[in-house]
């Protein structure tokens, strides 16, 4: 029988498939369908910076408010004495999630300034979370900020909130970052457990009839995850801690291409939206197949053994393999070059 | 005697409390200064507020206060403990009801603010004029002075009637008591448990109709004992004064509080009392107490008990050495001889005299007054006038007091300086704020804080002004050591700290008028302390300078901004208000209001509670002294009329916009209620912190920004280049780019500067975007204050431009029709409105023919509050005659209209005939035949009538004079009926209905916001399922009445559902139809409100979606296609493309239900989908009916009527 315990964030997964912060989170059924699929542990979908200050508005402006300044109507709507925060009905659920799985539940937090939000942090801890994840979904546009002005963004983000929590944090990154071995880290010295490569920047859309910019959901393919293979295999040896591998997982080749790059646990998403939480099982028999026909132990005997430092061909990860490829590329059939 | 603590609350609060305690079923509707009371029973009921006896009152809001006095009835003559709160008309539609429940002796209290009556205009403000309209209807009358009485006389009330079977009315001055913050003795449960015999509530109960031990009652008597029969309650009544007393002295032993049915203060041995009742009482008790300190020998009598009266107690309570008594009246009864209290006092002292042993050597004088209508000031120097006058051989009767009366010279001189010495301990201050800045709350806060943490009485009064947008609150608030009596505002000279939480009332506003020497004045400005004093208008530093004002300054927005707090200054001025005005320790207020923070934001906003503590200290550090400058400037405060304006307006609209409409005099006033058209072009309220900007580059000419404007800040004129030859440099116009104008015309689009509220509905909806950079439009906001003076002459220019002939413009396309001149502009509706846009168009496109009948509500408070209308006129004078009758009556008052002009037009077509012989035949029969469906046809008719009329002046005879007078109504006119969806789909609905089955040619718009708004946001048969609102604070569980659906269901009338940003150019067709149909018409138009909990910037955006999601399909049922063979109904949307669930969610009303009872929100959510869905598809079955086939067009509404049925209201938990 092959063991696919894995450790990851100093937690033993039975697995590792854990689907990432996605809205299957959200309901407890997915959340519990994912685990019977054999999910090794879940990440929630995330507290959002935003979503917390948007809330701040809206309630300074319906209820705090009080004062319309009218002699007919000093106020509109009534203040819910039930009311619950965005804030508290993710500490519920969280709390709903831990008393109902098995599996280790990762809380996340996204955004993108070490404001008071990170505060929000202790409660996730007290709520039972056992690990968090960063997310700092940032998008740096200003002429003025240089790039390791941008790393220091991550980096103080991530200080203040790990010096007001003691469970592991695990950073997602951006494949935007210009070193990315450098600013990993950086990370990990600044507290981080472990590192998720890499964030999917949703990409704006432009809609040729209004002119207006639109946000677009594109959910992921497998070419996704070549890139993030990439680093993972770079990366992995070279640094102490987790690594997981986020964007582009969508069957056991990826799962196991990114286990032999050197990721810890597997991340996945976009084929669990499509498919359903049963597509983890399908995707976890045929890991475990796939290990058996190959005869395989364990999946830490399987793990990073093609990351670069241990292929056989180390370079394949860098230049030259760019090069090749290049020039490996025939025009298809009848298109003339 | 009981252990009590102290509340610090307003008279509603307290009234409701009571009732909400020893009720059992509440049946309430919204109407001012009342609705609070019914929101808090809501609030509390929703809360799982329990009475004395356990149970949860059930809180009902029914669709008219008669329906709320009906319910109440019927709920008493079932058993139930009923009560009910109204004021004003709401009070005079309950009447009958009183009657009734008055008639079977069933007791109940209903609690009154007591409000003026609308009469020549309608006031929301205090007085006894409802009150008094119902003093025959059988109720006992309890009148409570201030906020503590409120509660203990509501308490006294509720003992007396169970015990005594008859029902009270127990009523307050409207705002100056029931919005009075207090603070006060709270009366316990014990003490409601002690008041209260639960013998006589199982008496109520065994008398309730039940089949268990039916009875027959209210039958139908006959002239044999009907008489008889009203006479046999007479010992109910006899026996009631001393029941009544009964309870107070119950009530005195449990609390020390001791009351009296008439309550005498004053000299044991005076020879002039004031008789009054109200919260003026409290001014003139205060007032005689100063008089007898200087051995005056003056009293006042309160009269508690009014019905039912008690001469003998009345008489008993009066020293006997009186020799001359006023009776004050706050009401009036035009042709009565003297108003009500003042005749009952007249009969008790006349039936006394005419007595053997009469209480009195010598009858004495008695004179009536009126005072303080509508919650006019009654102060000290008004009531010391009243006992000078006292003081004449020959007193005037009948007099007024408080007003100048230069016509019928009824009014008292009084000296506005007087001051008792009641003050002489009291710190009194006073602050302006924006009605959206929080002042008020802050103030109320602070009242709050310092009623709690000392020993100190506390009063905060609050002075609002009519606009909805840019309003301006004066709080008014006093602290002393001993009670405070005065039931008026703070005089000029008195308040020890003036606050100011806008610069810009600096220069609108006298701010330190009220200061005292010596006084504290705070001042808003983001102007540093170094430069502040140059900001000042020179009339402000003056005062500063002969006042010895100490000057503080912060810069609220700017701490507010670095704190996080965004444009929320209430917590730092107060914060200010304690760290300088020294009426608490510094360290223990900002203790208090770091704790009231807490508690207010608490679990609900954990951020913003640290975002104000971190407001709070960085307040302290931003606070600065200012030293009063060397010099007095010589800015001026900004006073700009034009003078184009008419007499009228510059001596009565200019004075009442000034804040000085207390001192113009009756003379000056119309008698009747009518205002010129206009006036709101002279008040540049200058709102807006940014304007539009137009690219005339860019912009194609397209007319939206002119179609959403609310405020019609943004207008579009077609005129000949020619007439651009005095235009101001840098005003803009270009060639006009639309076909069928005449060579040589340009089209400019321009804004008013100073009348923009910066709402930015043109920028969003302008189409067009810069080829090269796609952020910039045709339009842009760009900064208000550098604009102001270019666009101030760039638009008194574009004002002095030709309006192009109407009849030549194609006002069926937005481009065209934008190039009408509104008739209605610049009113006080919020910032973003998304009425005014729809009431704007009918104006354009009608206005010049248009009578208005508008419902009470947003519409006619925007539409006609005083001093200035919105309502305007063409160059010509030609405009909207509009008239706002009630709430419930607007469709009767409409058709009302159109019948009279159907009538006055049928007689002068017949006197027309009559006098043809001696007209011009061939103008006599143009007239007659005239065509009049366009705008040419239109024209061409006034220009015949005007032939007419001038040879009508010729002939002299009875009919051509007879024909003169109507010969107008020969000329076309549109009868208009508008109000909100609380008038349309519920107290209005019956005469609605009524209306447009009549057949008649009337247009109803309703303005639907699917909320009660002006009243603050109650729940109307309009609210969607599933929306939070007030009396729906667990979420609507029944869905929105389908008036559009019931209106198609005549066949005859034309129906359209619009929502202008869904589809503009589907409501311009709908009002031209709507016009043009002969019969009734019908416009329900999506209106979204600052009561939706949306950014109103984002107004199209919520349209949009409404429409996409099915929840506001659009359509228009033109039943003239019906004898064409054509279907009558045109579906102008798509099916719902979007998920009713992202509609829903975007908007707080709501989405707060997912915060409170998610999943009670997704099965109303689940619920709602499916029947938007139904519903559309019905609506699609109907549009593609055979009309022709009336057994399949049946078929199918039966069908509909079935289904429609079926997803019945889902009981609260039960989803």
Redesign the interface.
């Known amino acids: 029988m092959v063991d696919l315990s894995t450790r990851y964030l100093g937690l033993t997964l039975k697995n590792p498939l854990v689907p990432s912060s996605s809205p299957l989170s959200k309901h407890l059924d997915s959340a519990r369908r994912l685990e019977d699929a054999g999910a090794g542990a879940l990440v929630m979908h995330s507290l959002f910076e935003e979503k917390i200050e948007e809330e701040d508005a809206t309630l300074a402006r319906f209820f705090h408010q009080q004062s319309l300044g009218h002699a007919e109507a000093d106020s509109f709507h009534p203040i819910p004495e039930g009311y619950m925060s965005y804030e508290e009905k993710y500490l519920e659920h969280l709390t709903a999630l831990k008393n109902s799985l098995e599996i280790p539940v990762i809380a996340s937090l996204n955004g993108t300034t070490p404001g008071g939000w990170v505060s929000y942090a202790t409660a996730l801890q007290e709520a039972g979370a056992d690990a968090l994840e960063l997310n700092v979904y940032y998008i740096p546009a200003s002429c003025k900020e240089s790039g390791s002005e941008v790393e220091d963004r991550y980096v103080e983000i991530l200080q203040s909130l790990h010096s007001q929590i003691s469970i592991p944090v695990t950073m997602k990154l951006s494949s935007q970052f210009s070193s990315v071995v450098h600013v990993a880290q950086r990370f990990q010295q600044a507290g981080a457990s472990g590192l998720a490569l890499f964030n999917r920047f949703y990409q704006p859309d432009i809609d040729l009839e209004t002119l207006e910019v639109v946000p677009k959901l594109e959910l992921s393919t497998s070419e996704e995850s070549l890139m993030r293979i990439r680093w993972i295999a770079i990366l992995h040896g070279r640094i102490d801690c987790s690594l997981a591998i986020t964007g582009g997982i969508h069957n056991a080749r990826d799962v196991l291409k990114a286990l032999l790059a050197g990721a810890d646990v597997t991340h996945m998403c976009s084929a669990l939206l499509r498919r359903g939480p049963g597509h983890l099982a399908m995707v976890l028999r045929a890991v475990q197949e796939w290990m058996e026909e190959h005869e395989y132990e364990s999946v830490e005997q399987l793990k990073g053994s093609i990351s670069q430092r241990n292929a056989t061909d180390s370079a394949a990860f860098l230049r030259s393999n760019y090069m090749r490829v290049l020039d490996s590329y025939q025009p298809p059939s009848g298109v003339l070059w | 005697m009981e252990k009590t603590g102290t509340l610090t609350i307003d008279g509603n609060q307290a009234a409701a409390t009571i009732a909400h305690l020893t009720n059992e079923v509440i049946a309430i509707y919204p109407i001012?200064?009342s609705?609070n009371m019914g929101?808090f029973a809501?609030?509390w009921s929703?809360?799982g507020k329990t009475n004395l006896w356990g149970a949860i009152p059930r809180v009902v809001e029914m669709q008219s206060e008669a329906g709320a006095a009906g319910a109440i009835h019927g709920a008493l003559q079932a058993g139930a403990l009923s009560t009910t709160f109204t004021a004003s008309q709401g009070l005079l539609l309950m009447i009958p009801s009183m009657y009734k429940i008055a008639g079977e002796l069933t007791p109940t209290v209903f609690h009154i603010a007591a409000r003026s009556l609308a009469c020549q205009g309608l006031s929301?403000?205090g007085d006894h004029s409802d009150v008094m309209a119902t003093r025959q209807t059988g109720y006992g009358m309890l009148s409570s002075n201030c906020p503590q009485e409120v509660m203990d006389l509501a308490l006294i009330a509720q003992s007396a009637t169970l015990q005594s079977r008859v029902p009270f009315l127990h009523f307050f001055d409207g705002?100056r008591t029931s919005h009075e913050v207090a603070k006060l003795v709270e009366v316990t449960r014990e003490v409601v448990r002690e008041m209260i015999d639960d013998t006589w509530v199982e008496a109520h109960r065994q008398r309730a109709l039940s089949p268990a031990h039916p009875v027959l009652r209210g039958s139908s008597q006959n002239p044999d004992v009907y008489f008889q029969a009203r006479e046999t309650v007479n010992p109910y009544y006899s026996q009631l004064p001393a029941l009544v007393q009964g309870a107070m002295d119950r009530f005195a032993q449990l609390t020390g509080r001791q009351y009296q049915l008439f309550e005498y203060e004053g000299a044991a041995d005076a020879q002039r009392v004031i008789i009054l009742m109200g919260s003026g009482a409290e001014a003139v008790h205060e007032t005689a107490a100063y008089l007898n300190a200087m051995e005056e020998g003056v009293g006042v009598l309160k009269v508690r008990l009014y019905r039912p009266f008690a001469p003998e107690l009345m008489l008993a309570a009066l020293p006997t050495t009186v020799r001359a008594i006023a009776v004050l009246d706050r009401t009036k009864e035009p042709g009565s001889d003297g108003e009500p209290l003042y005749k009952d006092v007249v009969t008790a002292l006349a039936q006394d005299a005419m007595s053997d042993d009469s209480r009195f050597a010598v009858m004495p004088r008695v004179i009536g007054g009126r005072y303080g209508l509508s919650s006019k000031e009654f102060t000290p120097g008004m009531i010391v006038a009243v006992y000078r006058e006292l003081q004449q051989a020959q007193p005037k009767n009948h007099f007024t007091i408080g007003i100048q009366d230069d016509l019928s010279h009824t009014s008292l001189d009084w000296d506005e300086d007087l001051r008792t010495s009641a003050h002489d301990e009291t710190f009194q201050a006073v602050f302006y704020?924006?009605?959206?800045?929080?002042?008020?709350?802050a103030n109320k806060n602070s009242i709050k804080i310092i009623g709690e943490s000392t020993d100190l009485y506390a009063q905060g009064y609050f002075v609002?002004d009519?606009?909805?947008s840019g309003?301006?609150?004066i709080s008014h608030l006093r602290f002393g050591p001993n009670r405070i009596r005065s039931s008026y505002l703070i005089g000029n000279g008195d308040a020890s700290f003036v606050a100011c939480h806008q610069p810009t009332f600096l220069e609108k506003y006298d701010v330190l008028a009220y200061a005292r020497k010596g006084a504290v004045f705070l001042l808003n400005s983001p102007t540093g302390p170094e430069m502040v004093w140059d900001t000042l208008p020179a009339t402000i530093q003056q005062e500063i300078k002969d006042k010895d004002i100490k000057l503080y300054c912060i810069d609220a927005y700017g701490v507010a901004q670095r704190s996080g707090m965004?444009k929320?200054i209430?917590t730092i001025m107060q914060t200010c208000f304690f760290a300088i005005s020294g009426i608490l320790p510094p360290e223990q207020a900002i203790a208090s209001i770091k704790d009231a923070v807490q508690k207010?934001?608490g679990?609900?906003?954990?951020?913003?509670t640290?975002?104000n503590f971190k407001a709070i200290d960085e307040t302290l550090a931003c606070l600065h002294q200012v030293a009063a400058g060397a010099a007095v400037g010589t800015l001026q405060s900004a006073a700009r009329l034009t003078d184009r304006a008419s007499a009228f307006v510059q001596q009565v609209t200019a004075e009442i916009i000034a804040g000085r409409g207390d001192m113009i005099p009756v003379s000056q006033m119309p008698d009747d209620g009518s205002f010129p058209l206009g006036t709101a072009a002279y008040e540049k309220r200058n709102l807006a912190l940014e304007i539009p900007v137009w690219d005339s580059d860019i912009c194609t000419q397209c007319g939206k920004c002119p179609f959403v404007c609310p405020h019609s800040a943004i207008r579009s004129k077609v005129f000949h280049e020619s007439q651009l030859k005095n235009a101001p440099a840098n005003f803009k116009s270009v060639p006009v780019k639309a076909k069928g104008y005449p060579e040589g015309h340009h089209i400019s689009y321009q804004v008013a500067p100073e009348d923009c509220t910066g709402c930015t509905l043109c920028v969003d909806i302008c189409?067009i975007?810069d080829k090269s950079n796609?952020s910039r439009k045709a339009l842009n906001m760009a900064p208000q204050p550098e604009l102001r003076a270019q666009e101030r002459d760039n638009w008194d220019f574009f004002l002095t431009l030709p309006e192009f002939d109407r009849s030549q413009l194609k006002t069926n396309t937005i481009a065209g029709a934008m190039n009408l001149q509104p008739l209605f502009e610049f009113s006080g509706a919020c910032v973003g409105c998304g009425e005014t846009p729809y009431v704007k168009l009918a104006s354009q496109l009608f206005g010049d023919r248009m009578l208005v009948a508008n419902a009470t509500g947003c519409s006619s408070?925007y539409g006609g509050n005083l001093p200035t209308t919105p309502w305007t006129t063409t160059p010509d004078g030609r405009g909207p005659a509009w008239c706002n009758s009630l709430f419930e009556d607007n469709a009767e008052f409409g058709m009302g209209m159109r019948l009279a002009v159907d009538k006055q037009r049928e007689m002068a077509r017949e006197l027309l005939v009559e006098l043809a012989a001696q007209l011009d035949a061939g103008l006599v029969q143009a007239i007659l035949e005239a065509d009049e469906r366009d705008e040419a046809g239109i024209y061409e008719q006034r220009e015949r009538v005007k032939q007419l009329d001038m040879a009508l002046d010729g002939i002299d005879s009875t009919q051509a004079r007879n024909l003169r007078s109507l010969s107008e109504n020969l000329c076309r006119k549109s009868v208009w009926i508008v109000g909100g969806d609380g008038w349309a789909y519920d107290i209005g609905y019956g005469g609605v209905d009524h209306v447009l089955a009549s057949g008649e040619d009337v247009n109803l718009l309703v303005l639907d916001t699917e909320v009660y708004?002006?009243?603050?946001?109650q729940t109307s048969k309009a609210t969607p399922r599933g929306a939070?609102?007030?009396f729906s604070?667990g979420g609507k569980r029944t869905g929105k009445k389908d008036l559009a659906l019931l209106a198609m269901d005549y066949e005859n009338v034309y129906v359209a559902r619009v929502a202008y940003g869904g589809k503009d150019t589907q409501t311009l067709n709908a009002f031209l139809e709507a016009e043009a149909h002969p019969g009734p018409s019908l416009i329900i138009a999506f209106s979204p409100c600052?009561?939706h909990?949306v950014d109103m910037s984002r107004n199209h955006h919520q349209q949009d979606m409404a429409v996409n999601s099915g929840h506001w399909p659009l359509f228009r049922f033109n039943p003239e296609n019906i004898p064409l063979g054509k279907p009558p109904l045109k579906l102008d949307s798509k099916p719902p493309s979007i998920p009713y669930r992202d509609y829903v969610q975007s908007e707080?009303?709501f989405n707060?239900l997912w915060?409170?009872?998610?999943d009670v929100a997704e099965a109303l959510v689940a619920q709602e989908q499916k029947f938007v869905s139904h519903r559309y598809n019905f609506y699609k079955q109907l549009s593609q009916l055979d009309w022709s086939d009336s057994e399949e067009v049946a078929q199918v509404k039966a069908a509909a009527k079935v289904s429609a049925a079926t997803p019945a209201a889902t009981p609260e938990g039960e989803v």
């Open positions: 001012t200064p609705s929101e809501d609030e929703a809360a929301i403000f705002f704020g924006l009605g959206s800045d929080g002042t008020v709350s609002y009519s606009k909805k309003a301006v609150t965004g929320r209430n207010t934001y679990r609900k906003g954990r951020r913003i640290e975002l189409p975007r796609s408070i708004s002006n009243t603050g946001g939070v609102a007030k604070s600052i009561a909990g707080t009303r707060m915060h409170t009872q998610p």
